[in-house]
């Protein structure tokens, strides 16, 4: 586990303990009852206790795990709710195998969030007259007013506390994190923090001010970085931004550099993180103020309501803004990009030497492509736990290795997914590597997900054009054959921020035009449960193309990621010649950029795992 300062420790095998060998779900049942116990005191029947921290980050710091120290559950994203009677975790498909591991099934059943949805298990129980608790600090608008619909329905309450009752019992429990924050280079932002604000009033709507919840927008705002949480350089922080008039940034002091404390001091009043509520209060009776949907607590629009000011709850036009790199920044990507692929490069090589022997495991291999990473001496962070994943696990797209569930590596597929953080850029790339014999199943499968790889790769489409509109390219060849994957096609990528960025995405549910400048992932998947998994995953950049003849303005993707795609899993005769061309082409530019970066035996196995894939 890290710190609370989410300073980086040395890879090693102790980074891969699960929770629950650590001690967590035993504790669940005490834990529980003493919640109750609590929660009886404070004349409350119940309460929600979401994986949440004040800005909805996918990664929170230490002190904000209140749903693993009740639970034990320790996945990304989850939801409980604990009544005196009765208790229940919710998650979606990514987690239901390991909630089921680490959670006392005693104490909490284990539901599918999307199936039943702790709205709808909530209003089955609730009785007339019932009091259940939440933390406004912890929930959006859209989701409180969701569970308080509920409780209406049934004539019970849905009641914000003043100080949450789990933090009363963690009595352990982490100080606030106090990672330091640094300005972002001019060269590397590429943009002022003059221009940047500029640019965000001028996307005002009908507003007198925006609230910034977001710290991955703050950051990118103010240019700045931190270390307040793990894999992502965020600093939490929130921020108001006027119409007219200085903005205030409301982050601890303590935690700024003389250089950030500096540049923040000329375009922002710094204000500690206990005014921010008295400073929306004071705003005055009228003012209508722009909160985004998906980050901002509740109990700022409840404050600035009590207030008598208005509330406009949307997307933070920030996130737009900040989706559209700039040259500086695309530039920074790709040099990134091609420092990660000397590391990787070397990781496939060692791999392809010592895994055949059957004695490599998951979590040995995971902890030597952090080593080459942070050979490079340019890595900050990996962005995300890396997914090792061998035979079975791999057809799970999220399992995450731990000592309980660690393998050896044999023969089948190994799929890895990781990627670092740089202060030139983020990387998020995936391998599926051939490790012995296949099977011809497992063959066409694997060259039906690079036919989709890439058609996204490929794809030419009118700007304006979403990524759902893209999301079928990548699927065509599976659906041929009746196969399909659960999860979605591509994510949006920050630079030197988030791994998982949005609004832009390539998914059925992409609903935001993929604009010049956004970086996003191209991964489609194949997964056979018990079985195996596969995914082939670059990241992209969406530019503007000339295009002869065109009738509109047309956009493509230029690929960024540098690694070969292992051959051995291609079959040959499922690709058709400009598919052939194109992996061709994409090997060749793999050697010219990287082939010069490496020692000469790595030199040697990149030249053989690029070499040209000849149609019989």
């Not at 989410?6 to 009852?33: L, M």
């Not at 909805?56 to 034990?72: D, F, H, I, S």
């Not at 933090?167 to 001019?186: C, F, I, N, S, Y």
């Not at 970085?225 to 350089?233: L, N």
Request: glycine fraction near 8%.
């Amino acid at each position: 586990m890290r710190s609370s300062e989410a300073t980086h420790a040395e890879p090693g095998r102790a980074v891969y303990q699960s929770f629950a060998e650590v001690g967590g779900p035993a504790h669940g049942a005490e834990r529980v009852a003493r919640l109750r116990g609590e929660l009886k005191a404070l004349g409350l029947n119940g309460f929600v206790v979401p994986r949440a921290d004040e800005h909805q980050n996918e990664y929170v710091p230490a002190n904000a795990e209140r749903l693993m120290w009740l639970t034990g559950f320790s996945g990304s994203a989850g939801f409980a709710v604990v009544l005196q009677m009765e208790a229940a975790l919710f998650v979606d498909g990514r987690y239901w195998v390991q909630a089921g591991a680490q959670v006392d099934g005693a104490i909490f059943t284990v539901r599918h969030i999307v199936d039943e949805p702790p709205s709808a298990w909530l209003a089955a129980r609730l009785n007339a007259h019932d009091r259940i608790g939440y933390d406004p600090w912890l929930l959006t608008q859209e989701t409180a007013k969701r569970l308080e619909d509920a409780c209406r329905e049934r004539g019970a309450a849905f009641v914000a506390v003043e100080a949450n009752p789990v933090d009363a019992l963690w009595q352990d429990r982490p100080p606030p994190p106090q990672g330091k924050v640094t300005p972002r280079p001019a060269k590397l932002a590429g943009e002022t923090t003059a221009h940047k604000l500029e640019r965000t009033r001028a996307a005002f709507k009908d507003v007198d001010g925006a609230l910034v919840s977001d710290p991955h927008n703050v950051a990118w705002l103010f240019n700045i970085r931190g270390a307040d949480v793990s894999h992502t350089p965020l600093p939490l922080a929130f921020a108001f931004v006027s119409r007219e008039g200085r903005a205030k940034i409301f982050i601890d002091p303590a935690k700024l550099t003389a250089p950030a404390a500096k540049a923040l001091a000329s375009h922002a009043d710094i204000e500690a993180p206990d005014a921010l509520i008295d400073s929306l209060q004071a705003l005055g009776a009228g003012k209508r103020i722009a909160f985004d949907a998906a980050t901002a607590p509740v109990r700022l629009v409840q404050a600035l309501e009590a207030a008598s000011g208005k509330a406009s709850v949307g997307a933070d036009p920030v996130t737009l803004l900040k989706a559209s790199k700039n040259a500086a920044e695309l530039e920074g990507t790709r040099e990134a990009h091609r420092i990660d692929a000397v590391a990787l490069a070397r990781f496939l090589a060692w791999f392809d030497e010592r895994a055949p022997s059957g004695s490599l495991t998951e979590i040995e291999a995971a902890v030597a492509l952090e080593r080459f990473r942070r050979e490079t001496g340019a890595l900050k962070d990996i962005s995300f736990p890396t997914i090792s994943a061998a035979g079975a696990h791999a057809a799970m797209p999220h399992y995450r290795v731990s000592e309980a569930s660690n393998v050896k590596i044999r023969g089948g597929f190994y799929l890895v997914d990781s990627g670092g953080q740089y202060e030139l850029g983020t990387t998020d790339i995936t391998r599926t590597i051939v490790v012995g014999r296949l099977s011809s199943e497992m063959r066409d499968r694997f060259t039906r997900v690079l036919k989709g790889h890439i058609a996204i790769a490929t794809a030419l489409f009118p700007k304006g054009t979403t990524g759902a509109q893209l999301d079928s390219f990548a699927r065509k060849a599976l659906w041929d054959a009746g196969l399909d994957y659960d999860h979605g096609t591509g994510h949006g990528v920050g630079v030197y921020l988030s791994v998982h960025e949005g609004p832009q995405r390539i998914a059925k549910t992409g609903t935001v035009a993929l604009a010049a400048g956004m970086i996003v992932s191209n991964e489609p998947g194949y997964y056979a449960p018990g079985r195996y998994g596969i995914r082939t995953e670059n990241l992209v950049v969406v530019e503007a193309r000339e295009t002869p003849k065109a009738e509109r303005p047309m956009m493509g993707f230029e690929t960024i990621s540098l690694a070969p795609i292992d051959l051995r899993g291609v079959e040959a005769r499922l690709l058709s010649q400009p598919e052939v061309d194109w992996l061709n082409a994409y090997h060749a530019r793999v050697l010219k950029e990287i082939a010069p970066l490496l020692d000469p035996k790595t030199r040697a196995w990149l030249r053989k795992a690029a070499r040209r894939l000849k149609v019989v």
